[in-house]
């Protein structure tokens, strides 16, 4: 794998789906939509992928995030404001901790809860990523780590 924790040490599938959540408790819900299938692992998503084979870690990285994405996302490929948010903030924690005060974080979160009944597409998800993760201090350890022997 790409050596990213989504795909070496995390194992579990993604979902905003916990108990409790909306989607999870709809009124009037068939017994077919109680009975979904077990989501497959990111992990196993991603082996799937033929082409991914041979691919580079940074191919991986960015396939893990589209994975990711796409399991939350709905047919039409876009997330609601609300549920990119929450993806964020449980899948880009370590990344966005400590970056409350920055004025460009509080810029995207604040796009993110403005109006939250728009939704974003996948590009617009990866803008916002990219830009979460370079204003990071993570991205300043990550840089510093050693490379070499």
């Known amino acids: 794998m790409c050596g990213c924790a989504s795909s070496s040490a995390d ?3 993604y979902s905003l789906n916990q108990p409790g959540d909306a989607s999870s408790s709809k009124k009037g819900t068939n017994s077919t939509s109680k009975k979904m299938a077990k989501p497959i692992p990111i992990s ?3 082996a799937s ?3 991914l084979g041979k691919g580079s870690d940074l191919e991986k990285a960015v396939a893990t995030a589209a994975l990711v994405y796409d399991n939350v996302a709905d047919t039409e490929g ?3 404001k ?3 948010k929450k993806l964020l903030e449980t899948q880009f924690v370590h990344f966005m901790q400590g970056q409350e005060t920055k004025p460009k974080y509080q810029e995207i979160i604040s796009a993110l809860e403005e109006n939250r009944d728009g939704e974003i597409d996948f590009e617009d998800f990866m803008v916002q990523l990219l830009s979460l993760t370079l204003m990071s201090d993570l991205r300043e350890e ?3 780590v ?3 022997k």
Do not use: F, M, P
């Open 82 to 84: 609300a549920e990119a």
């Open 78 to 80: 876009k997330l609601s």
């Open 49 to 51: 992928i033929k082409a």
């Open 44 to 46: 196993k998503q991603l």
């Open 146 to 148: 050693k490379k070499t």
């Open 142 to 144: 990550i840089r510093n």
């Open 11 to 13: 194992k579990k599938s």
